[in-house]
């Protein structure tokens, strides 16, 4: 009978089930957890395809989490890839980058707790802050900004549009893109729509893991985006509402972004 790889006694699917439940996970900590579990597993291709399936299942508009399954899947070594991809991620410098080409002194309109764009944030003390929380999750960096003396204000999901034509930059932050568009927070379609209409430029934020090729976005878009759009939590901004991206490497124009694309194809992920 083969043995069943444990962590701490807890098999590693168990694992991933109650880590992919909490949604106030950080992507890097995600990530890192995520590759320790999964890793249990690389010695059995066919269990590691089912925990990184059911990983998928609980968060499917990570990009992240399938650009580290899908290296894990496709490489010859799935431990080395684990690693390589986690320290890719806490490596990122996209923050850094968008810290250093903010604007002093200007208004910015985020959609809920954008995790690398309120890290860069929380460095601009200097620029004012208008967070739109439109499911209950940008108390945290409203909260975090006031106590680091941010001037920051709390826009309704009603406000959206008159806070996009208010502020001096759109910041969306997306966790998967493609050229099919980009899946950002709830409410950051009505705020690109309103700020391309009003000559407000709007940037999108895009850290490492986040360029998927078209046969890995694609099925990610059909799990996370249902026939009833209003009622997710995430939703499809198409690419041509955006002037610049963000990533680890600076602004890029929106052509030049598609271009980083680094996850494998790995179509047993979505089967």
Same mark, same amino acid.
């Given at each position: ?41 690389? /010695?059995? $291709? ?25 290296? +894990? ?84 999901? /009603? ?20 050229? /099919? /568009? ?30 998927? $090729?078209?046969? +890995? ?11 009833? $759009? ?42």
């Amino acid at each position: 009978m083969r043995r069943v790889t444990t962590i701490d006694g807890v098999h590693p699917i168990e694992r991933l089930r109650y880590m992919a439940r909490a949604g106030d996970v950080g992507t890097a900590s995600l990530v890192r957890e995520a590759a320790i579990a999964l890793s249990a597993t690389a /010695g059995d $291709p066919m269990e590691l395809v089912m925990a990184c399936r059911q990983l998928i299942e609980r968060r499917p508009s990570s990009g992240p989490l399938v650009w580290l399954s899908a290296r +894990m899947i496709t490489g010859s070594d799935a431990r080395e890839e684990a690693w390589d991809a986690a320290e890719a991620i806490e490596r990122d410098t996209t923050a850094r980058e968008l810290v250093h080409i903010l604007t002093a002194d200007s208004t910015v309109l985020v959609i809920g707790s954008p995790e690398i764009t309120g890290a860069a944030l929380f460095s601009r003390a200097d620029v004012d802050v208008l967070v739109a929380d439109t499911i209950g999750e940008g108390y945290g960096l409203i909260h975090q900004l006031e106590i680091n003396d941010h001037a920051v204000a709390d826009v309704p999901s /009603g406000g959206i549009g008159a806070a996009a034509a208010h502020a001096d930059l759109v910041l969306l932050e997306t966790d998967a893109l493609s050229d /099919g /568009g980009a899946l950002c927070r709830s409410g950051s379609l009505a705020a690109a729509a309103v700020a391309r209409k009003m000559d407000v430029p709007v940037w999108l934020v895009a850290g490492v893991g986040r360029c998927l $090729p078209a046969r +890995m976005w694609d099925p990610m878009v059909d799990r996370s985006v249902s026939d009833q $759009p209003w009622d997710d939590e995430v939703e499809l901004v198409p690419l041509d509402m955006v002037d610049t991206v963000i990533g680890p490497a600076g602004p890029q124009p929106v052509a030049e972004a598609r271009l980083r694309v680094d996850c494998p194809i790995a179509p047993e992920l979505f089967r």
